[in-house]
């Protein structure tokens, strides 16, 4: 039987692109997801002084995360990665990082509570963007067999850019109170905050141009020379339910573990061991960046270890396998009597918990068509960040305020949330690999 000529899988008539050009756009795409991560993340350290500028409870604030950001991000995500599969990817990042810059910075000039809002909504629907059309560029960058790399370059750079802005956002806060640059510099007449997003914005500019030097990766596989009408897709999208509905439940249960330990361990750290702000940002953010960037690459490297070895379904065994072992870890982090054990712990739920990250996004591109492919990736970052963010840290809290009626109670929550979300995700997970397997063999 002939090569297919659609330059699918590795072998086939159309050459794949050098690997050193491929890298360079993995590094482009890492660069640009590290200053998203900052453009989001380093609000969570100006609560007390927003709140005050603008007179605002905790309620207030919350709503520029949890609804200007969050809601808005996952309605952009499905619109954009449909753009993503019809539209050139490059000029689609490319546009959106240049807008989502702006707004980026335009926190920093806001006057009034209502246009902060509307400034976050502007940074969530253009960073909508960055996802899907990345997974995309990636899949007709590298072979199938060596794909889950290249997606763990471009996703650890999450776990890299959420511990940085930890640890140098509160430097950077730090060092403007009373600097000169506020006093009677550049920036004079802004408040610390204010001036912080100016900074932390700007650096998305300065990749625009990176961009628009980059090419536009040619469409491979099924369905790449031109756009599927919405039905066609609904179609795709039906005709691999099997898989793609045990797999998008399963790994929503590994971003409700991933989230409801990034939210609620710096609460933990302080009540339960006495930390304080100083020592939780600079002791979680270097756990956040080490364990999570590693694990976020060893899954890609496994997975592709695997599939050199005929394992179609290396993606999902990767990814269930290691977030067994996440699941125990992340279950007795919060019971351990001292807080470097716990640290300890969590760290190892953190490293064996981002690895199915990567895993999930290279087994999607691998069982839909070209054009199907952006519009997939963002229905998975959709309805995995939907109920992982809104589930998973709001029981938690619930629990904590209903069941135990005490905060110190939060390590008992933060344990039985893990214990009943890991083995939902390795069920899940084991279900898809059958229908996922053929998919896979029908796409080879």
Avoid at 160 to 180: E, K, Y
Avoid at 370 to 398: D, K
Wanted: charged share 10%.
């Amino acid at each position: 039987m002939s090569a297919p000529v659609d330059g699918n899988e590795e072998g086939t008539e159309m050459p794949w692109p050098a690997p050193w050009r491929g890298w360079l756009l993995v590094l482009l795409l890492a660069a640009t997801s590290l200053v998203s991560q900052f453009d989001r993340t380093v609000i969570n350290l100006m609560v007390e002084p927003i709140k005050a500028e603008f007179g605002l409870n905790d309620t207030a604030f919350g709503a520029l995360q949890g609804v200007a950001f969050g809601i808005f991000y996952v309605i952009a995500c499905v619109p954009l990665g449909r753009m993503a599969d019809n539209y050139s990817r490059k000029w689609l990042i490319t546009t959106c990082l240049f807008f989502w810059s702006l707004f980026a910075m335009a926190s920093g000039l806001a006057r009034s509570y209502a246009e902060l809002f509307l400034t976050r909504i502007g940074v969530a629907v253009g960073e909508a963007s960055l996802t899907p059309a990345g997974l995309s560029m990636l899949s007709d960058q590298f072979p199938p067999a060596r794909l889950g790399r290249p997606v763990s370059g471009f996703l650890m750079s999450a776990p890299v850019g959420q511990g940085l802005a930890f640890i140098a956002g509160g430097s950077l806060l730090t060092s403007l109170t009373g600097s000169h640059l506020i006093d009677e510099g550049l920036l004079a007449g802004f408040e610390p905050w204010q001036a912080a997003f100016l900074i932390v914005g700007a650096p998305g500019l300065l990749l625009v141009p990176l961009f628009l030097l980059s090419r536009e990766p040619v469409r491979r596989g099924a369905g790449a020379k031109s756009p599927l009408p919405l039905a066609e897709v609904i179609a795709v999208v039906r005709g691999r339910w099997r898989a793609l509905v045990p797999m998008f439940i399963g790994f929503s249960m590994v971003k409700l573990v991933i989230y409801s330990i990034s939210i609620w361990s710096p609460a933990l750290l302080q009540r339960t061991y006495g930390w304080n702000t100083a020592e939780v940002g600079l002791g979680f953010g270097l756990v956040l960046i080490i364990a999570g960037t590693s694990g976020v690459y060893c899954g890609g490297l496994f997975s592709d270890i695997l599939a050199k070895r005929g394992h179609l379904d290396a993606t999902l065994k990767v990814s269930a396998s290691g977030f067994a072992v996440a699941g125990i870890c992340g279950a007795l982090a919060p019971l351990m009597n001292d807080s470097l054990t716990a640290l300890g712990f969590f760290a190892g739920a953190i490293f064996f918990g981002n690895m199915p990250f990567s895993c999930a996004a290279t087994a999607l591109q691998l069982i839909v068509p070209n054009r199907t492919r952006g519009q997939v990736s963002a229905l998975y970052v959709t309805f995995t960040t939907l109920v992982g963010l809104a589930i998973g840290p709001t029981t938690i809290g619930a629990i904590t305020d209903f069941v135990f009626q005490d905060p110190s109670a939060i390590r008992y929550s933060m344990s039985l949330a893990i214990a009943v979300a890991t083995p939902v995700m390795i069920i899940m997970i084991v279900l898809a690999m059958a229908p996922y397997r053929r998919f896979r063999s029908a796409a080879v």
